[in-house]
């Protein structure tokens, strides 16, 4: 359970939130909704008792997971199943279980060798009080639905992918989670990087847990078939509305609430109206300039008002950057493989990009795609094989993780450096139209929510003229109306494109002539017949 009292949230001079008070029970499924910087990953944080309100208070009763946007935690050297199983203490016993059996195998002194079996009995009572075998098998059945092969858990998390290393974490929330059924999970974004299997057992999941559940996610289908309170936040009116009721009779709801508030709107334009009529008529006459003042001072209060509540909710207007000429062929790569340790990832791809040609990279989760984009991209170097940049080569590489901002560093100084010959008025300028102003230009990258990540790294490209964009995973983290905007400047981009997606709707924008199959590397002619891999992918 989760009891919030008076919580005031604030992003620098921002308000987020005005002071609200709420709970979270066992068996409320709540979906936390709003545009992107509305503040619900700010929130979630606070909830999660990963950040500071600036007023209220956060009460924490039982066990509770939280699953940040980008999770980053763990040593990078213990492996995948060890993380997973970490949730619930699992990991250091079986360790030292199995470090006792190899020393019990050694051991010739029959008093050492008892001492060492008492120590190993010891060892299986705790681990069989946290669940034991059995456990660990859920564990396995978790990591398996959520599409983390054996192989995967056997790695350490640093040769992981982000999207397998995101994975991981979410299947060890769940694994704590089914082991208390009072648990409260915090989840934010729990379906990226997810294929369609994966997303469809998720949903049973978190439909069938008993715990408290606040999920942020712009998954349509994953809120209508799984809460049943929505909690809207309004960036607007900094506000967060509680709606008690599942996901469609919220979305009446909320278009009831949007007629009346426009009803009001029409009213109170007709009162600034006649208010200002009528004073304008008393001001002819001296006797009555004192009731005129006054009845311009209603009117201004009125629309004073009026203003904040016509503020619509605005979105980032993307165009993505005219690409500078180059020739026939920008981009080649030949022969390139990739390993991490005795794990192949590809072997032997040959890519050769056109100038304006479009290519959708498919593969199963672990298959290489966002590993190919780096070497591409110059981020990674391959273990063999070559990337050749053509005649006037021009790379605008957006990164599914957002490895390419500088997170210690500023909105605005990310900006100055991925267009450094450009003037800080323009910077500005572009940064206006992506919902980047005023003080927030300065706030740190790291406070950002992964929508306003998205949009600062698509800012990024806007300024960089680039002829060749690689994009990875580009609609994650954004609402709907930001989703639409991304893929309307996908569609009329004029340069090529590398497209890593989960999203039918990217691919359809981008409508590629080209598909290239991980991990086998096989280069061939985009088919309609291949739209539903994406999903799979």
């Not at 002539?513 to 999903?535: C, H, R």
Request: aromatic share 4%; hydrophobic share 40%.
């Amino acid at each position: 359970m989760i009891i919030v009292s008076e919580l005031e949230l604030r992003a620098g001079a921002r308000t987020l939130i005005e002071p609200v008070s709420f709970r979270v029970q066992p068996n409320d499924r709540i979906g936390l909704v709003g545009r992107n910087g509305a503040g619900k990953t700010t929130l979630l944080k606070v909830l999660a008792r990963e950040g500071l309100p600036f007023a209220g208070t956060v009460d924490i009763r039982g066990e509770m997971g939280y699953l940040p946007q980008d999770p980053r935690t763990g040593d990078l050297a213990d492996t995948a199943r060890d993380r997973v199983l970490s949730a619930r203490g699992l990991d250091v016993l079986l360790r030292e279980m199995e470090k006792l059996q190899l020393e019990m195998a050694e051991l010739v002194d029959a008093t050492a060798r008892d001492a060492a079996i008492r120590r190993y009995g010891s060892l299986e009572e705790r681990f069989g009080t946290l669940g034991g075998y059995a456990a660990e098998a859920e564990a396995a059945r978790i990591c398996s639905s959520l599409g983390l092969a054996d192989r995967v858990l056997a790695q350490p998390i640093g040769t992981l992918s982000g999207g397998q290393r995101r994975r991981v974490e979410l299947a060890r929330i769940l694994f704590a989670g089914s082991g208390n059924a009072d648990a409260t999970l915090l989840l934010d974004e729990p379906t990226n990087h997810l294929d369609a299997d994966s997303i469809g057992w998720l949903r049973d999941f978190l439909r069938a847990h008993t715990g408290g559940l606040i999920v942020v996610s712009h998954d349509v289908d994953l809120l209508d078939k799984c809460v049943n309170k929505v909690f809207h936040l309004d960036a607007n009116r900094a506000t967060l509305d509680v709606y008690n009721v599942n996901w469609k009779t919220y979305l009446n709801q909320r278009e009831l609430d949007e007629r009346r508030r426009r009803r009001e709107r029409a009213n109170a334009e007709k009162k600034i109206d006649s208010l200002k009529a009528q004073a304008d008529k008393m001001r002819a006459k001296a006797t009555k300039a004192r009731a005129a003042h006054q009845m311009d001072r209603r009117a201004e209060r009125l629309a004073a008002g009026l203003a904040e509540a016509r503020v619509a909710d605005r979105v980032a207007k993307l165009r993505f950057p005219d690409p500078a000429p180059c020739g026939r062929t920008p981009l080649t790569a030949t022969g390139l493989s990739k390993s991490y340790g005795s794990l192949e990832v590809f072997t032997g791809v040959d890519l050769a990009i056109d100038r304006g040609s479009r290519v959708v990279v498919l593969g199963l989760n672990g298959a290489g795609k966002t590993t190919l984009l780096r070497i591409l991209a110059g981020q990674e170097a391959p273990d063999v094989g070559q990337v050749h940049p053509g005649h006037g080569l021009r790379l605008g590489y957006y990164a599914q993780e957002h490895e390419t901002l500088d997170t210690s560093r500023s909105v605005l100084d990310n900006m100055r450096a991925a267009a450094p010959g450009t003037s800080d008025v323009e910077l500005r300028r572009i940064l206006g139209a992506f919902l980047f102003s005023g003080d927030s230009v300065e706030q740190r990258a790291e406070t950002l929510s992964g929508g306003e990540k998205t949009r600062l790294a698509l800012a990024g490209l806007v300024c960089s003229s680039a002829n060749v964009l690689l994009l990875d995973e580009p609609t994650n983290n954004l609402d709907p109306a930001s989703r639409d905007e991304v893929l309307a400047a996908l569609a009329t981009y004029r340069g090529s494109v590398v497209l890593v997606t989960h999203d039918p709707g990217a691919v359809e924008a981008l409508d590629p002539q080209k598909v290239l199959m991980l991990p086998d590397g096989v280069e061939d002619n985009w088919s309609p017949d291949l739209a539903e891999l994406i999903t799979l992918a």
